[in-house]
């Protein structure tokens, strides 16, 4: 091995062994095996290695599929001729194993594909979107869900997803806030780190590890105005400290391939900046593993008029660290021609070649290409039930109760006459989410087959639409309020459709849409209690009826269960314990907008003048802010303690705090550890969530949790890019949200002081 090669190869060890995933070790004749055929390929031969194309042995109509080879047929020839290396979006061992065989058995240097596929949150079992279960603030929940869905895309022929999103989502407009964990990057960090321990397992080289592909890097969900695709303006700074980290959590825990975005940041398409993809991403963050394109996104470089036609993107791409191109066909067009001319180093593509073949080979794919490819396992480890009541149990946790005037639970033994109303009453179109392009249409369990399995005389239940999801119905209203009347209490499904959050779904507004909004109105002038069941993919900005009904639920898209999960809170067998990764704000015109913002030389409490930063329509605060979440219980927090209010730079501070279950059910609560640096070089949030801590606690009980902080939780990037802190004030809280809580302060003294 070169020196080079070590280096590469020991990154990949060194990062799985450093977080807690076993030694990859490779065998040395292993790696001579790839040496020997980087030796042995065609230019050709290395740019198919390098390109992705859609599956067409066992097509499943997938997002946007304009582009590629669309038949068995022709992929088919490609294969044999070695001009592709992986398949996406495909599911199915038969059509995998068809294909494997070509390319192991006919090409002639019979190396495996890669089959990849888009499993965001689920294969068959739809668990929640990504969204909701941030909802849980329970990494371990994400991992559990995300291996849950890692042994039924393996078993379906799969090698890798492309997921988990990483992108901090700052701006509701944004179509795929859905895809992530939300506004907030510690926990965006803590959640992707956990689904990629979840989807990969302990041993990569087992059938059931699902290879993760952290996406969109980097920056995605800071594009301008929520405008998806669009530009990213930012400073290296905010780069840094907002938006890298969830990747570099995700490195962490052995995230082996990363996808560059299609936005382009400060004027450089993500696709061909190679400061990002190579100088930050490589030499920075020693990220190891090979970078996919996103789906033709090297094509897309003449769109953005970086790049003059199809081979200047192709040279751009793969000179920026772009390894595996997808979809486009473009690397296996202009890359030999490219090499030839010397318009790209011979070494520039064997290096990518080598990234991508030492992933296969982590993978075991070399010694077992029929790995994942298992009848038997496709037989019975999907859809399982196991896998189904993780399924509600992961939904029930995502629900989020925002407000609650005592109506809820619902005590089905008190036979009260319910009307549901809205489009998502019996809708099973709706339930799975967007990205869930595997799951099977209609089994997923709507709300009124979820309540009426729950309630012990189901003809208490009365269903009527009222309207269409983003239009009226006939007399729908009218109707609505009928049923209203003759009910005693009255639960409102309304909200997005599952197409209108996702890729390619901004909205100028995050409102609920107009015949909704307006059969919601009717129904609150009847005067019943209303119940509000938000379907969603974003925060929304709630009006009228809906923000003043009696009690609200977030549930966003809860996949395969969300009936039962929604009757499981209802009538109080799940008590809420949701808490919301997004603010919801009073209005649209808020946007972008997260708890994280800097508080101006006129901040909104200050009332020594009129003149503040704020709307003339509504101040800059939440309606319910990030971390809010109620439960049927109370619980209160006392005794806020620190072990010292002095924190040496290399100390460590233990702060503690008592949470009591002041209510009378049981229930679980999440204290967060929020800080506020006072004053600093770079101006500096006026909260950042730094920890956080799940307790279940009985009626009447009290546990004492303990938080550690130290120098590093303090740390900001200062001018300049460099990650600093900086001696001097903080505050803390610990609440129950990211507004109020128990405050106090620490101070960090500078290194020179000596000990007491
Ligand atoms: C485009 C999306 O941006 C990306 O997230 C996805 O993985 C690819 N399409 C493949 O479907």
Same mark, same amino acid.
């Given at each position: 091995?070169?020196?080079?090669? +070590?280096?590469?190869?020991?990154?990949?060890?060194?990062?799985?062994?450093?977080?807690?995933?076993?030694?990859?070790?490779?065998?040395?004749?292993?790696?001579?095996?790839?040496?020997?055929?980087?030796?042995?390929?065609?230019?050709?031969?290395?740019?198919?290695?390098?390109?992705?194309?859609?599956?067409?042995?066992?097509p499943f109509n997938p997002p946007n599929p304009q582009a590629g080879i669309q038949d068995e047929k022709r992929l088919s020839e490609e294969i044999r001729k070695g001009r592709v290396g992986c398949l996406f979006n495909g599911i199915g061992v038969a059509g995998a194993r068809r294909a494997q065989e070509l390319a192991v058995k006919e090409s002639r240097l019979g190396i495996p594909l890669l089959f990849a596929g888009d499993v965001i949150h689920g294969l068959k079992t739809i668990f929640p979107v990504p969204l909701a279960e941030a909802s849980s603030f329970d990494p371990e929940l994400a991992r559990s869900t995300a291996r849950a869905m890692a042994v039924e895309a393996t078993a379906a022929?799969?090698?890798?997803?492309?997921?988990?999103?990483?992108?901090?989502? +700052?701006?509701?407009?944004?179509?795929?806030?859905?895809?992530?964990?939300?506004?907030?990057?510690?926990?965006?960090?803590?959640?992707?780190?956990?689904?990629?321990?979840?989807?990969q397992g302990r041993d990569l080289r087992r059938a059931d590890s699902l290879l993760a592909c952290p996406k969109h890097f980097a920056a995605y969900g800071a594009v301008a105005g929520g405008l998806e695709y669009g530009s990213v303006d930012i400073s290296d700074e905010t780069l840094r400290e907002t938006h890298l980290p969830p990747f570099a959590a995700s490195f962490a825990a052995g995230a082996l391939t990363t996808m560059a975005a299609f936005s382009e940041i400060n004027g450089v398409p993500a696709t061909a900046d190679r400061a990002l993809l190579t100088d930050t991403l490589r030499g920075e963050m020693e990220f190891r593993g090979f970078v996919f394109s996103d789906y033709t996104a090297d094509e897309e470089l003449i769109a953005h008029g970086y790049a003059e036609d199809e081979r200047d993107a192709a040279r751009l791409a793969v000179l920026a660290g772009v390894d595996m191109s997808m979809q486009s066909g473009l690397y296996i067009r202009y890359l030999p021609e490219l090499v030839k001319s010397g318009a790209v180093p011979m070494g520039t593509v064997d290096v990518a070649v080598r990234r991508i073949l030492y992933v296969k080979l982590a993978m075991g794919l070399f010694d077992n290409p029929w790995r994942s490819l298992d009848e038997e396992a496709e037989r019975t480890r999907i859809a399982t039930p196991a896998h189904r009541a993780l399924a509600r149990d992961a939904a029930g946790r995502s629900i989020v109760l925002l407000k609650n005037s005592g109506v809820l639970p619902i005590d089905p033994s008190q036979g009260q006459k319910i009307a549901l109303i809205g489009p998502f009453g019996e809708d099973r179109d709706n339930v799975y989410g967007p990205w869930a392009f595997y799951g099977d249409p209609g089994k997923g369990v709507d709300l009124a087959t979820g309540l009426r399995a729950a309630l012990p005389d189901a003809a208490k239940l009365a269903v009527e639409p009222g309207c269409g999801m983003d239009g009226p119905i006939d007399g729908g209203i009218a109707r609505a309020v009928e049923i209203a009347k003759s009910a005693d209490i009255v639960l409102l499904a309304i909200g997005e459709s599952q197409t209108?959050?996702?890729?390619?779904?901004?909205?100028?507004?995050?409102?609920?849409?107009?015949?909704?909004?307006?059969?919601?109105?009717a129904i609150g002038a009847t005067g019943k209690p209303v119940v509000v069941l938000l379907r969603h993919g974003r925060a929304l900005a709630l009006h009228g009826s809906v923000a003043d009904a009696q009690a609200i639920l977030a549930t966003w898209f809860l996949g395969s269960e969300s009936g039962h999960a929604v009757a499981d809170v209802l009538f109080g067998t799940v008590n809420p314990?949701?808490?919301?990764?997004?603010?919801?704000?009073?209005?649209?015109?808020?946007?972008?907008?997260?708890?994280d913002r800097k508080s101006t030389g006129r901040p909104v409490v200050d009332n020594r003048t009129e003149y503040r930063a704020r709307y003339t329509t509504t101040d800059n605060s939440a309606r319910f802010p990030f971390g809010h979440g109620l439960s049927y219980t109370e619980f209160v927090l006392d005794n806020l303690k620190l072990s010292d209010s002095a924190m040496r730079w290399d100390d460590t501070v233990e702060i503690s705090v008592r949470i009591t279950n002041k209510g009378s059910r049981?229930?679980?609560?999440?204290?967060?550890?929020?800080?506020?640096?006072?004053?600093?070089?770079?101006?500096?949030?006026?909260?950042?969530?730094?920890?956080?801590?799940?307790?279940?606690?009985?009626?009447?009980?009290?546990?004492?949790?303990?938080?550690?902080?130290?120098?590093?939780?303090?740390?900001?990037?200062?001018?300049?890019?460099?990650?600093?802190?900086?001696?001097?004030?903080?505050?803390?809280?610990?609440?129950?949200?990211?507004?109020?809580?128990?405050h106090t302060q620490i101070e960090l003294y500078a290194a020179a002081l000596p000990k007491n």
């Open positions: 091995m070169t020196m080079h090669r +070590r280096a590469v190869l020991s990154g990949i060890l060194g990062g799985a062994a450093a977080f807690g995933l076993p030694r990859i070790t490779f065998a040395a004749g292993e790696v001579q095996r790839v040496d020997d055929l980087i030796a042995r390929m065609t230019i050709e031969e290395k740019a198919g290695q390098m390109t992705c194309l859609a599956d067409a042995f066992r022929g799969l090698h890798l997803t492309f997921a988990p999103m990483a992108d901090v989502a +700052r701006d509701q407009r944004w179509g795929r806030v859905v895809e992530g964990s939300g506004e907030d990057v510690t926990l965006t960090a803590l959640l992707s780190a956990a689904r990629v321990h979840g989807f209108m959050s996702g890729e390619a779904q901004s909205r100028t507004t995050i409102e609920i849409p107009a015949a909704q909004q307006a059969l919601a109105d314990s949701g808490k919301l990764p997004v603010s919801f704000p009073w209005e649209s015109g808020q946007e972008p907008f997260f708890y049981r229930g679980s609560e999440v204290a967060q550890l929020y800080i506020r640096d006072r004053v600093a070089s770079r101006t500096r949030p006026i909260r950042e969530l730094k920890a956080m801590q799940r307790v279940s606690l009985s009626p009447g009980e009290s546990r004492t949790i303990h938080f550690s902080l130290i120098r590093k939780d303090l740390e900001f990037i200062g001018q300049g890019s460099k990650r600093i802190a900086e001696p001097g004030m903080f505050d803390i809280w610990v609440g129950q949200s990211s507004t109020g809580g128990l």
